[in-house]
């Protein structure tokens, strides 16, 4: 029996890869499930399991265009905010996406909501906000909080808007700040990259920096039970919360996992180097490390290991793409 304690929900960038696995689980759960989306990575094909349920209904509108029409809050209890440019990596050259799509963007939605009847906001944010942090694992406590690349600092931006929102307009807040989240559907990061460039290139494949950088990755499936998890935090305001798996893993692992996938396992795996000591590129955490112990105070458990997640996931995108 489900433990979902609403009954209706607004998922902005819900066509896209952890908004759409959201929006099956809730539309599954006869929660009432509203999607805003620009389509701008997001698919419909995303969402071909909630296109014809009676409880489902889809808006096609961009954040940063939304005019009087309203009726995407009309009735909604919970907005789940995960529309964004999610891309780390194009940031470097393109600074002003960040700022537009996800600090501004998340102002004009936080605009509509204050007056609406919207009682709980659950915004996505990153473990990008951390930076280079210097205690490993990392909790939701540590500070001060100085992100190495724009999407990191657009999303810390964006953690203090709604926290100020939700003060002044008595709104509960849950902010999320997942590692790197990955599984079907997934359209961006380490494992797409890496398929795609075997895709084109069945001999070599190159990964960006030294092959060291450690990450945690989680698997969609343990990301949307965390996710739900999170709501059952109390009525306290605001509240942080790390989503990740227990582990890190280098990601020289990860490319001999999808290369394993791949059915070419004696392929030539080479590293560029990188820079600043390995980093794949400026802007990338060389190692991160959560501490995931708050949110699992609430009962939450990730099932995969990174690495596991790093196989299930290469299999999935492989059958996806291949
Ligand atoms: N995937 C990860 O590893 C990860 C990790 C930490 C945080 N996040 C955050 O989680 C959220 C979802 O990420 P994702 O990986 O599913 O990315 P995604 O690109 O698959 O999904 C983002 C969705 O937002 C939509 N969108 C973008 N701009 C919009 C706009 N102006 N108006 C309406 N819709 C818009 C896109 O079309 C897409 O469907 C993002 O906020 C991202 O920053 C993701």
């Known amino acids: 029996m489900s433990d979902i304690e609403f009954n209706s929900a607004l998922i902005t960038g819900g066509a896209g890869f952890i908004g759409s696995h959201l929006a099956d689980k809730l539309v599954n759960e006869g929660i009432e499930t509203k999607v805003l ?8 094909d995303n969402l071909l399991g909630c296109m014809d349920k009676q409880n489902f209904s889809l808006f096609d509108l961009d954040l940063g265009k939304l005019g009087n029409q309203e009726d995407y809050l009309e009735n909604v209890e919970v907005v789940f ?11 470097y050259d393109n600074p002003k996406s960040s700022f537009e799509q996800n600090i501004v ?30 205690i490993l694992p990392t909790n939701e406590e540590y500070g001060p909080l100085c992100p190495i690349s724009h999407y990191g600092a657009s999303k810390l931006a964006c953690e203090a808007i709604v926290s100020s929102f939700c003060y002044n307009y008595d709104i509960d807040g849950i902010i999320l700040r997942p590692a790197n989240v990955i599984g079907s559907r997934g359209r961006h990061g380490l494992i797409w990259d890496l398929v795609h460039k075997l895709k084109n290139d069945k001999n070599r494949l190159e990964v960006l920096g030294d092959g060291k950088q450690t990450k945690s990755f989680i698997h969609i499936s343990d990301m949307i039970k965390g996710i739900l998890q999170s709501m059952k935090k109390g009525e306290d305001g605001v509240e942080i919360f790390n989503v990740g798996s227990e ?3 280098e990601i020289i692992n990860v490319a001999k996992i999808v290369c394993k996938n791949m059915k070419l396992p004696n392929i030539e795996i080479f590293t560029t180097g990188g820079i600043e000591n390995g980093r794949g590129w400026k802007g990338d955490i060389k190692i991160a490390h959560l ?7 609430l009962g939450w458990q990730p099932k995969l290991s990174s690495l596991e997640a790093a196989d299930v996931t290469s299999q999935e995108i492989i059958a996806e793409v291949i």
Request: without cysteine.
């Open 37 to 44: 989306d620009n389509f701008a990575t997001g698919r419909k």
């Open 81 to 91: 905010h995960m529309a964004a440019d999610p891309e780390v990596r194009t940031g």
């Open 105 to 134: 963007n998340t102002f004009n939605l936080l605009q509509r909501i204050k007056h609406s009847k919207v009682k709980k906001i659950v915004f996505a944010s990153s473990s990008s906000v951390y930076g280079d942090a210097k």
């Open 247 to 249: 582990d890190g893993v």
């Open 291 to 297: 501490d995931i112990s708050k949110l699992k105070n």
